[in-house]
């Protein structure tokens, strides 16, 4: 039956995408063989990134203690050697969200190439579009767990404040030599977005557009469209959804299609929320809605956050409203 397999035979436009997309055992032809490769040594590291960030306690009690005691040698010690180990961990995921960052660009370029179109990429490219949700699932799923986690922020901000006082008095601690002030610039900025691994996906994806001067933007925001539509059928559609194995793919298929949608909306000129977008917003939230509220409460905060600028027509109000 294959790994795509054809589940509507006409009516596109009105009822969805004519393929299911098998999110569970789509594997690699010898066409898609090197850029699977490439892409599956960056998500192999996926997981143990996720378990690390999940595992990731701060060390607060450390910190506080030195600042109430600031003369206290012993405990200033003690909090920088709490923070330093902490800090190489926020560097790992800084550096892992740069490869992931290539790995997007590889799966774009393969799934937006001319002379096929989105659907026809999804039907020869199957398991190129398992590795781009899976992106997109990790994606989420970190930035998730960063949003709940105000100790990356605390530990990071101790860690750049010890580092200019010592600076100040002409000490250079040994932990710079890991993390020295460039890095540190850049890992500030990577931590203070409220999602910094969508924030990274979605400047790639931008500048990916940008830098293909002769590919039509449509070609990728059309690959981001049509995968979104693809999830949205089969998160709504019971007999699709019967043929999930794996009771964890329903929450992999709306992170997919939440991740999409952030994608579709920072590249596409208009946005993804407007009268004239090809996702069916509508569709969309009314999926999420309809799940137990604890599973997609984070999904539609992420929308939410991806709403602060729209305007207030019509189209935007109804969209707020509906993601209350």
């Given at each position: 039956?294959?790994?795509?397999?054809?589940?509507?035979?006409?009516?596109?436009?009105?009822?969805?995408?004519?393929?299911?997309?098998?999110?569970?055992?789509?594997?690699?032809?010898?066409?898609?063989?090197?850029?699977?490769?490439?892409?599956?040594?960056?998500?192999?590291?996926?997981?143990?990134?996720?378990?690390?960030?999940?595992?990731?306690?701060?060390?607060?009690?450390?910190?506080?203690?030195?600042?109430?005691?600031?003369?206290?040698?012993?405990?200033?010690?003690?909090?920088?050697?709490?923070?330093?180990?902490?800090?190489?961990?926020?560097?790992?995921?800084?550096?892992?969200?740069?490869?992931?960052?290539?790995?997007?660009?590889?799966?774009?370029?393969?799934?937006?190439?001319?002379?096929?179109?989105?659907?026809?990429?999804?039907?020869?490219?199957?398991?190129?579009?398992?590795?781009?949700?899976?992106?997109?699932?990790?994606?989420?799923?970190?930035?998730?767990?960063?949003?709940?986690?105000?100790?990356i922020q605390n530990d990071f901000s101790y860690y750049r404040r010890t580092i200019s006082r010592n600076r100040l008095n002409n000490q250079q601690l040994e932990a710079e030599n890991e993390v020295n002030?460039?890095?540190?610039?850049?890992?500030?900025?990577?931590?203070?977005?409220?999602?910094?691994?969508?924030?990274?996906?979605?400047?790639?994806?931008?500048?990916?557009?940008?830098?293909?001067?002769?590919?039509?933007?449509?070609?990728?925001?059309?690959?981001?469209?049509?995968?979104?539509?693809?999830?949205?059928?089969?998160?709504?559609?019971?007999?699709?959804?019967?043929?999930?194995?794996?009771?964890?793919?329903?929450?992999?298929?709306?992170?997919?299609?939440?991740?999409?949608?952030?994608?579709?909306?920072?590249?596409?000129?208009?946005?993804?929320?407007?009268?004239?977008?090809?996702?069916?917003?509508?569709?969309?939230?009314?999926?999420?809605?309809?799940?137990?509220?604890?599973?997609?409460?984070?999904?539609?905060?992420?929308l939410r956050y991806t709403t602060r600028h729209l305007n207030d027509d019509s189209t935007s109000k109804q969209i707020r409203a509906l993601l209350q």
């Amino acid at each position: 039956m294959g790994n795509l397999l054809k589940v509507l035979a006409c009516a596109e436009l009105e009822h969805g995408p004519i393929v299911f997309l098998d999110f569970e055992h789509a594997q690699p032809t010898e066409a898609e063989t090197a850029v699977w490769n490439q892409v599956s040594a960056v998500l192999e590291e996926a997981h143990g990134i996720l378990a690390e960030l999940q595992s990731y306690n701060g060390a607060g009690q450390e910190i506080r203690e030195a600042i109430q005691n600031p003369n206290d040698l012993q405990l200033q010690e003690k909090a920088w050697n709490a923070v330093c180990p902490l800090v190489a961990k926020l560097k790992r995921f800084y550096e892992f969200s740069l490869r992931l960052e290539n790995a997007l660009r590889s799966l774009l370029e393969a799934l937006t190439s001319p002379p096929y179109a989105p659907m026809q990429h999804l039907e020869r490219e199957q398991a190129l579009a398992k590795q781009f949700a899976e992106i997109l699932h990790f994606t989420l799923s970190f930035d998730e767990l960063k949003m709940t986690n105000p100790a990356i922020q605390n530990d990071f901000s101790y860690y750049r404040r010890t580092i200019s006082r010592n600076r100040l008095n002409n000490q250079q601690l040994e932990a710079e030599n890991e993390v020295n002030n460039e890095m540190a610039n850049r890992m500030s900025l990577f931590y203070a977005e409220a999602t910094p691994m969508l924030k990274t996906l979605s400047n790639a994806t931008t500048k990916f557009v940008s830098e293909n001067k002769t590919l039509p933007i449509e070609d990728t925001t059309d690959c981001l469209s049509t995968m979104a539509c693809v999830c949205r059928v089969m998160l709504e559609t019971p007999e699709y959804r019967c043929r999930f194995t794996n009771t964890d793919t329903m929450l992999f298929c709306m992170r997919v299609m939440v991740g999409v949608i952030i994608l579709y909306d920072h590249v596409h000129p208009v946005g993804a929320f407007a009268k004239t977008s090809k996702i069916d917003m509508k569709g969309c939230i009314k999926v999420l809605k309809e799940q137990p509220s604890n599973s997609v409460e984070g999904l539609l905060n992420a929308l939410r956050y991806t709403t602060r600028h729209l305007n207030d027509d019509s189209t935007s109000k109804q969209i707020r409203a509906l993601l209350q």
